[in-house]
Every structure is written in C-alpha cells, then in structure tokens.
Nanobody
Framework: VQLQASGGGLVQAGGSLRLSCVAS????????VGWFRQAPGKEREFVQS????????YSADSVKGRFAISRDNAKNTVYLQMNRLKAEDTAVYYC?????????????????WGQGTLVTVSS
C-alpha cells in the first residue's frame, strides 16, 4: 500500500482544513488508518484513527470535538476534517495504514506511511 497525503496549507486560527490520504494498492478497505502529526522539535503524536470498515474511530483528547476522521473505501481515501484550528495544531501531518481492524495509537504499529503534509496555523 502506498499513501499520499495532501490538503495542508496556511490557515488562520479558528479556520478549517481538510486533509486527504489516498491509497494505492489492493484491499485498502482491510486496513486501519491513522493520522499523526509532528511539530518541530517534538515527537510524532497520534491524532485520530479509523477502523478498516469505517464504523469506529478513536481520537486524541487534544483534538476531540474539533477534528473528524472519515473514509470512503470506494475511493481508497481517508479524510481528516480539522475545524477550529489552533496555533498548537501546526505540524506536519502524516497518514499511516496497518492491515487489520485495530486502531493503534502507537506510530510504531503502522506499516505504511504517507509523505506528510504541512499545516500551519497563524495566531
């Protein structure tokens, strides 16, 4: 599976962005997908994840109620809708995939990674 993340950019605090993660390869619908982010000088951190079937999601407390993950398996795409953005959301955002339905929060558990897309929130 190859992943391509896109949709990042510069936005003012309080604004919104939608990130996309498009997968190539077979059987994407059998992979759980997670979004992670890494700010300068910090470790990569979990944001949200979604089960392969799309019927369950899990969120970090820091983005709960502001971000929403979803997927369209017919389009091999996972989305991250980010609302009410804050300056502390500034980071490179990565999508990652792992076979199976379990939604891991540990980035070491994911096998496939996209290249990352930069989100900058100005205050």
């Amino acid at each position: 599976v190859q992943l391509q993340a896109s949709g990042g950019g510069l936005v003012q605090a309080g604004g919104s962005l939608r990130l996309s993660c498009v997968a190539s390869g077979r059987a994407f619908s059998t992979y759980a997908v997670g979004w992670f982010r890494q700010a300068p000088g910090k470790e990569r951190e979990f944001v949200q994840s979604i089960r392969a079937s799309g019927d369950a999601t899990y969120s970090a407390d820091s983005v709960k109620g502001r971000f929403a993950i979803s997927r369209d398996n017919a389009k091999n795409t996972v989305y991250l809708q980010m609302n009410r953005l804050k300056a502390e959301d500034t980071a490179v955002y990565y999508c990652a995939a792992r076979g199976g339905s379990y939604m891991y929060t540990d980035p070491r558990m994911y096998d496939y990674w996209g290249q990352g897309t930069l989100v900058t929130v100005s205050s």
